[in-house]
């Protein structure tokens, strides 16, 4: 499986960027496709997640980030609104298992797109 990020860059704080992930090969059915982002210095944490249609969205991101699926195009897409200085990361999208209390968890991961930054200045 390959995943191919895009989208992404430099904002102001308030505003909106969309970043989207295609999959190719083969894939897990249903799989859980999910972003995940990471800091300088801190480590890789969960963003969003959907699979089968049903959504998970991290405490961090709810009410501003979004998650959905172009199943004609093997697409992914994150939705961001409202961004802030903390939300600045480089942003993977993922590919793995649905487990039930460990979706979260970066080792569930089996594919990783290459990531994608994102820059949130105040």
């Known amino acids: 499986v390959q995943l191919q990020a895009s989208g992404g860059g430099s904002v102001q704080a308030g505003a909106s960027l969309s970043l989207s992930c295609v999959a190719s090969?083969?894939?897990?059915?249903?799989?859980?496709e999910a972003w995940f982002r990471q800091a300088p210095g801190k480590e890789r944490e969960f963003v969003a997640g959907i699979r089968s249609g049903m959504k998970y969205i991290a405490d961090s991101v709810k009410g501003r980030f979004t998650i959905s699926r172009d199943r004609a195009k093997n697409m992914v897409n994150l939705q961001m609104n409202g961004l802030k200085p903390e939300d600045t990361a480089v942003y993977y999208c993922?590919?793995?298992?649905?487990?039930?209390?460990?979706?979260?968890?970066?080792?569930?991961?089996?594919?990783w797109g290459q990531g994608t930054q994102v820059t949130v200045s105040s």
């Open positions: 993922a590919q793995g298992p649905f487990v039930v209390g460990k979706y979260s968890d970066p080792s569930n991961v089996d594919y």
């Open positions: 090969g083969r894939t897990w059915n249903p799989a859980f």
